[in-house]
């Protein structure tokens, strides 16, 4: 057999361990429990002592609730002796906390006991006893000192209660003796599982349990032992003065001894728990022979188990070695291993065979799926390639995963400055504002649609559409963000010449309209003036035709105002304006024809702070005054306009809206073409320079209306 060999390693390695660490932990285990073992027995002691002193407290603390329940029942009976006589002894026939149950009156002298004692009733009164008086002077229950009683001339504590009258004098009081008996019984139960003496004394000093007196008939003062704690020299009463759980060790008779104190703060008593330290010794000495003893044993076993469990494991391990030689050579010239036991082995030689089978198939799905994914890559990469947009793919950690060939035509950088770097260093260095937009693609599903300024790499600042999208997958988690951004440079201009050719038409069409009206009121005028120079005499007439050239001359004006007005172009000098305080200025301003046809007003704006646009505020000012006129003028008395001015992102839109007599549905195409006008006076510029300057400021406007049901304007302007 070869020492390389696992034939030979794992018998060799198993009982090498094996040895080993039953020797390290016999050995920890007998240094440990010798060096703790006491600690552990006198800490054990501790508890045991608490646990008695808790037990005897919940002893005294029923027998006092028991007295004090017997007391109150007295009370309510009004000192009726019969019924407190009886209820004495139904408490005393089952209560077995008390070996003399008896009532005193306020004098001292006993009307009722039991057991009965006739000759201690006559001839003693209680007067003298502390606890007798205590609860006069107090009117509280109390327990007494250590007492031979009167009436069965036994040691025993009484617990007093005191009975009242119904203005709360003392008129007597109810006691019960504890039976030191039972106390002793508590401590004979555990007692008998500790080898050692339990003994308790009262705060005088006096021994009421100790084990080796069988009953206390007289008062046994303890002796005045001289005990060392935490090195320190403390005698008895010390101890019993300190009241708190406490190790102490002493010498008597040259053996050392430790007691464990605790105290039962009812009653003041001392539970002293002694043991010598050979009886402590002598359970580590019985500890080590055991450890000794199970130590050899499982050595013995541990050698037998390891040399036959190594002999089991190494044969089938050396078939399955050779069956995974093969399986790395080829998957192919697989081999199933023979299966020759059902125990964990043969469970591992089946796991193997499976294994193997299936390891083949996931080879073969392997590469076809490599062979298609790799085919699909190269297809979505030459997609990406060959796409005019820019696209950048950023991952769930915020590092651009994808830079394509036209995000870096568009920006001027290249893509190995930004790939697997944090998106917001490109985002920096373009100076794309994307403001809050980010937190709200992570609430949508939908495709956010911006429109911002990018700055390259040429320092040089063109405009872009950039559109915002979620990247999930198949459980709709999210896996990044996928932004899709053109250069728009060449459709501003575009945009911009298209305005400008569609102002030139415009105003083409509105010079020959202009003509056409102005031709009009000039005949008139050429011909009022032919009529005044022929009767120049005649002074009304005179005065009628100065009239009506006023009149003429002040409606052509107007007309030439307007047209003025409507050719402008309302984009330029744009400052951030106030909508909200915009709109609040044109009610003003319209106040008194909205009094005088008593309309009603209904308002319902957004946050002022919210409501900053950049606009020409003169002229986005006329535009909202001509809506308004519109609605005033459409509008019966007493109707209503109602407007609403409300915040997004992007855009804030105002809506105004009428219960008027609406707009026909021949008209509404017509409604924003310059000196079109259903009314009787107007230029019919009002709503057409509305409608040029809304779309000037790149914003739009739409109308919504109804024969007799009233109108509705919807105006949005970009932030």
């Not at 077995?96 to 006559?122: Q, T």
């Not at 079109?676 to 230029?683: A, L």
Request: glycine residues 6%.
């Amino acid at each position: 057999m070869k020492c390389n060999s696992l034939k030979f390693k794992i018998p060799f390695i198993i009982l090498i361990f094996a040895l080993s660490s039953i020797l390290m932990v016999t050995v920890f285990i007998q240094n440990v429990t010798s060096k703790h073992i006491k600690e552990d027995v006198l800490k054990n002691n501790m508890t045991l002592s608490n646990m008695l002193s808790q037990h005897i407290q919940l002893y005294i603390k029923d027998a006092k609730e028991t007295v004090i329940t017997l007391a109150n029942f007295a009370t309510e009976s009004g000192g009726n002796v019969e019924e407190i006589q009886k209820e004495i002894y139904r408490v005393y026939n089952n209560f077995k906390y008390f070996d003399l149950i008896y009532l005193l009156d306020v004098e001292g002298n006993m009307l009722v006991s039991k057991p009965d004692n006739k000759k201690a009733m006559i001839k003693h009164n209680y007067s003298d006893r502390d606890y007798f008086k205590k609860v006069k002077e107090e009117k509280t229950p109390c327990i007494s000192d250590l007492y031979v009683g009167r009436v069965l001339g036994q040691l025993h504590f009484v617990i007093a209660a005191p009975i009242f009258d119904e203005h709360n004098n003392v008129i007597g009081l109810i006691g019960g003796g504890i039976n030191l008996h039972n106390i002793k019984r508590i401590t004979e139960e555990v007692q008998g599982n500790f080898e050692g003496e339990i003994y308790i004394v009262d705060q005088a000093g006096a021994i009421i349990v100790h084990p080796k007196i069988e009953k206390m008939e007289r008062f046994i003062k303890m002796d005045n032992h001289t005990f060392l704690r935490d090195g320190k020299e403390i005698n008895l009463y010390d101890v019993m003065e300190n009241k708190k759980s406490q190790l102490l060790n002493y010498e008597r008779n040259n053996e050392k001894y430790y007691s464990t104190t605790s105290f039962v703060d009812e009653v003041n008593w001392t539970i002293a728990l002694e043991q010598s330290e050979f009886a402590i010794l002598k359970e580590m000495i019985w500890l080590k022979k055991q450890l000794r003893s199970i130590a050899f044993i499982v050595i013995f076993a541990t050698i037998v188990i390891g040399l036959m469990s190594a002999k089991r494991i190494t044969d089938p391990i050396e078939t399955l070695v050779k069956g995974v030689r093969v399986l790395g050579n080829s998957c192919e010239s697989i081999v199933p291993i023979p299966i020759s036991s059902n125990d964990e082995i043969g469970e591992l030689a089946k796991v193997f065979n499976d294994m193997s089978i299936e390891l083949k198939n996931n080879m073969n799905r392997l590469k076809e799926s490599y062979n298609r994914e790799n085919h699909i890559r190269q297809y979505l990469d030459n997609i990406l390639k060959s796409m005019g947009s820019g696209i950048l793919v950023v991952n769930e950690k915020g590092n651009i995963n994808i830079f394509n060939k036209a995000a870096e035509e568009i920006t001027g950088f290249k893509s190995r400055e930004y790939i697997g770097k944090s998106a917001s260093n490109f985002f920096k260095n373009t100076e794309i504002d994307l403001g809050g937009t980010l937190e709200n693609i992570k609430k949508q599903e939908d495709i956010l649609i911006l429109e911002r300024q990018l700055k390259r790499s040429d320092k040089k600042y063109i405009p872009i559409n950039i559109s915002i999208s979620l990247a999930l997958d198949e459980n709709e988690s999210i896996l990044g963000i996928i932004y899709l951004f053109n250069d728009i440079s060449r459709e501003k201009k575009m945009d911009k010449e298209l305005k400008k050719l569609d102002r030139m038409h415009i105003l083409g069409e509105l010079s020959a309209a202009l003509i056409h009206d102005i031709g009009n009121p000039l005949a008139g005028i050429s011909n009022l003036l032919e009529l005044l120079d022929n009767n120049w005499e005649d002074e009304k007439l005179r005065e009628e035709i100065f009239h009506f050239l006023d009149k003429e001359i002040r409606e052509l004006n107007d007309l030439i105002v307007n047209f003025l007005s409507f050719s402008k172009d309302t984009s330029l000098n744009r400052e951030p304006t106030n909508i909200v305080e915009l709109m609040k200025e044109v009610i003003n301003l319209l106040k008194p024809e909205i009094i005088n046809k008593n309309i009603r007003l209904s308002e319902n704006y957004m946050d002022e702070q919210k409501s900053i646009v950049n606009v020409n505020r003169g002229n986005i000012k006329q535009a909202l005054i001509n809506i308004i006129i519109n609605c005033i003028q459409a509008v019966e008395k007493n109707g209503l306009i109602s407007i609403v001015i409300k915040n997004y992102e992007e855009k804030i839109i105002i809506n105004i809206k009428d219960n008027g007599k609406g707009i026909k549905k021949v008209d509404m195409r017509k409604i924003f073409e310059p000196f079109y006008t259903t009314k009787k006076e107007g230029t019919g510029l009002g709503l057409s320079s509305t409608y040029k300057t809304i779309k000037e400021h790149d914003g739009h406007i739409f109308v919504n209306s109804e024969a007799s049901k009233g109108t509705e304007f919807i105006i949005e302007l970009k932030k």
